[in-house]
């Protein structure tokens, strides 16, 4: 009885930090979270912070992944930049990434000793799954002596064949740093020409070769959705990402990196923003910026929600084969330069 008093106390205080962190934040029903929710998500919260610490791990969480699991259990959430640098940084023997398999990979080849896994498993990316090593292997052939950025939407295998990885936090500098006036970029269509676009307008114009696809969330907006949030919304502040349409970005008030659009807010007067991308950074910024009020169309990765606080709990106690990440050797070495080279063009 007495034990069970004291768990149910815990419990209760686990709660209360629960409500603080995500009460401003909307449920994917559209309801905010409430305190009884919170005391529903306790037991796992609880239970995924004791046995870290027990297993010496570390959690590493993309914002677009569940508000409870990037907020109530991550050690550190952020973009596939952030994220990129903090896996340099991780002293812990065990990641724990929640996210999906390229940036799981991403991990494992900055931290080839320690054990990785992936909670939701090979979750995939309609970006990173839209090229292959060897289709980037013929653009090479094709194109002999043209430097090959990849997006770190991208698999460990086709990072192995790129000369420098980026994100869409330091891409256009990258790419106006380079001395080239062509440059191969795979696998995003829609953030080549906004790259292109971008660098005309910075004056340093270049060729993009572009092959791939493009991110299934963020091509959905369109310009016309853009001007009727202006008509619904007066004074109100587009925000997007640069895997959007080109002439979605043309008519926002900021084009950034999901880092960079939490700055922009951050540091912004205004009340009101509209957010062109997926709904966990909207959750992110409804924790931090409780007195601004967040107008989301629509768009959720499905493959980013896989990731829950079941099977992250369920991933430190008895991971799976298919959650464990596996890379050879020489995939590790090769893909490695292009990571190094995407820190050394960001300094």
């Known amino acids: 009885m007495p034990f069970q008093a004291g768990y149910k106390a815990l419990l209760e205080q686990e709660a209360h930090r629960l409500y603080g962190l995500l009460g401003s934040v909307t449920r994917d029903n559209g309801k905010k979270y409430t305190a009884p929710d919170c005391l529903q998500i306790a037991p796992y919260t609880l239970a995924v912070n004791q046995i870290k610490k027990e297993q010496n791990a570390i959690i590493l969480a993309h914002s677009y992944t569940l508000p409870e699991l990037a907020l109530g259990v991550a050690d550190f959430s952020g973009d596939s930049y952030a994220l990129s640098a903090k896996a340099q940084e991780v002293k812990e023997e065990k990641i724990i990434f929640a996210g999906v398999w390229f940036m799981a990979e991403t991990a494992k080849i900055l931290n080839p000793a320690k054990e990785v896994i992936i909670p939701a498993g090979k979750a995939g990316c309609t970006l990173a799954d839209a090229i292959t090593a060897d289709e980037v292997k013929n653009l090479k052939k094709q194109y002999p002596g043209v430097p090959v950025l990849c997006y770190i939407n991208s698999s460990a295998a086709v990072k192995a064949q790129s000369d420098i990885c980026v994100t869409s936090s330091n891409v256009f500098d990258i790419a106006q740093r380079l001395p080239e006036k062509e440059l191969i970029?795979?696998?995003?269509?829609?953030?080549?020409?906004?790259?292109?676009?971008e660098l005309v307008r910075r004056g340093?114009?270049?060729?993009?070769?572009?092959?791939?696809?493009?991110?299934?969330?963020?091509?959905?907006?369109?310009?016309?959705?853009?001007?009727d949030l202006r008509r619904?919304?007066?004074?109100?502040?587009?925000?997007?990402?640069?895997?959007?349409?080109?002439?979605?970005c043309a008519v926002c008030d900021y084009v950034g990196s999901t880092k960079g659009m939490q700055e922009y807010v951050a540091r912004s007067d205004k009340k009101l923003f509209a957010l062109l991308t997926e709904h966990g950074l909207v959750n992110r910024l409804e924790s931090f910026h409780a007195d601004k009020t967040f107008i989301w169309p629509f768009g959720v990765c499905d493959y980013m929600k896989q990731n829950t606080l079941q099977n992250t709990l369920q991933a430190l106690v008895a991971p799976m084969p298919a959650q464990k990440v596996i890379l050879s050797e020489e995939i590790i070495k090769q893909a490695k330069k292009s990571i190094q080279n995407m820190f050394e063009w960001t300094r």
């Open 185 to 197: 970029f795979v696998p995003d269509l829609l953030m080549a020409k906004n790259l292109e676009n």
């Open 232 to 248: 619904q919304y007066p004074g109100i502040e587009v925000l997007c990402h640069p895997e959007c349409l080109p002439d979605v």
């Open 204 to 227: 340093t114009p270049k060729k993009i070769i572009s092959a791939g696809g493009s991110c299934y969330v963020h091509k959905q907006y369109s310009a016309h959705q853009v001007a």
